[in-house]
């Protein structure tokens, strides 16, 4: 078994290989000097590699690699164009869909919307259903940018999928994208008078158990939550954690009530409490929680973002994290113990794992 980690960076993208999960091959980087905040291994079929690039000389664009990073393709016009009044300032999410979906992946951008492509990634069309929502108005920019983040498509129903965004919430559709609806219901913005509103969150990071469509963990801006009716409702999973804070939230491949985070302290001091790195696992579905940080660092005064934490699919699963400092450690046994895997990259925006059987 052959494991590849494509690391994001806001310098470009690196590529780290390992056979035992401990030792670890780096080659880099790729697409020098351009932001790489979303990256995607898509596993359908042959396994292909897609980088939500951002070119200061180009813009924003999409790349593919169908050799793990030997050889890159980029389209002769751009891949996701705006056919209304607004630009394309970044690719934020890179996402295929189930397998039932051979070619489909989707795209969600800053400014707020998604793309669906039909091609494997080549072109994208837009999604006209949730740009055109009652709502879009309303949505804010958060620090890091008025987009969407995260999507989830649902393993069993290809008319389902979510999305979360900074800010503005959750949102569903069950139409293939024709309607949304926000879908927020126990989530807290406390920084609005009335703290439970419909829409209008700081979800920073949602995700979904692959083999149990109704199972959602949140991190939000202040907030930890699980849902377990597909999004309707969310209770919170705070307690037992250091802080509320955080941007990653990670589903175990194989265990809907195992999940990974990273807590830091907020909202002036973005590090973990004491400077002290540790990722923090339930494995009953958010009830309890455990520090795990051996191998890992006390003097870390950096953070982790929302795209920069993930596992792989092994029996054993591996996870991996990158921080803001440009150092990304992996562990080979579910977070009992941890590796660094590259140090002194730049800014790590988004870190994906995938496993090559040899």
Same mark, same amino acid.
């Given at each position: ?19 035992? +999960? ?67 300032? +970044? ?44 709502? +879009? ?222």
């Amino acid at each position: 078994m052959t494991v590849v980690v494509a690391i994001g960076t806001r310098k470009g993208l690196w590529l780290a290989r390992s056979e035992d +999960r401990v030792t670890w091959q780096l080659d880099g980087p790729h697409h020098a000097m351009q932001e790489v905040y979303a990256v995607a291994f898509d596993t359908r079929g042959p396994l292909r590699l897609l980088a939500g690039v951002s070119s200061p000389h180009f813009g924003p664009g999409v790349s593919i690699s169908d050799d793990l990073g030997a050889t890159w393709e980029e389209s002769a016009s751009p891949p996701i164009v705006f056919p209304v009044d607004a630009a394309l300032e +970044r690719v934020w999410q890179l996402q295929p869909a189930p397998a039932s979906q051979p070619g489909v992946v989707w795209a969600g951008t800053q400014p707020s919307a998604l793309f669906r492509s039909s091609d494997g990634g080549r072109s994208f069309e837009f999604v006209e259903g949730l740009w055109n929502h009652p709502h +879009r108005p309303e949505w804010d920019a958060g620090f890091g940018g008025q987009a969407i983040h995260t999507i989830v498509p649902d393993p069993v129903d290809p008319d389902r999928v979510l999305v979360a965004m900074s800010t503005g919430g959750v949102y569903r559709t069950a139409d293939g994208g024709k309607s949304w609806e926000a879908r927020n219901k126990g989530i807290k913005a406390y920084f609005f008078p009335d703290p439970w509103p419909e829409f209008g969150q700081c979800v920073h990071k949602v995700a979904q158990h692959p083999a149990v469509s109704s199972r959602f963990y949140a991190q939000n801006h202040h907030g930890v939550y699980r849902s377990d009716d597909g999004g309707d409702t969310w209770v919170s999973i705070a307690a037992g954690l250091p802080t509320d804070f955080g941007f990653a939230m990670v589903v175990h491949p194989h265990d809907p009530d195992t999940i990974f985070t990273f807590p830091i302290e907020a909202d002036g001091r973005r590090f973990p409490p004491e400077g002290k790195c540790r990722v923090y696992r339930s494995r009953d579905a958010g009830a309890t929680w455990e520090a795990l940080g051996d191998g890992l660092p006390d003097n870390f005064w950096t953070a982790v973002m929302r795209d920069a934490m993930c596992t792989d699919t092994a029996a054993v699963p591996g996870v991996y994290f990158g921080s803001r400092s440009g150092e990304v450690y992996g562990s080979p046994d579910e977070g009992a113990t941890w590796h660094q895997i590259a140090a002194h990259l730049p800014d790590v925006m988004s870190v994906r794992a995938a496993v090559i059987p040899t």
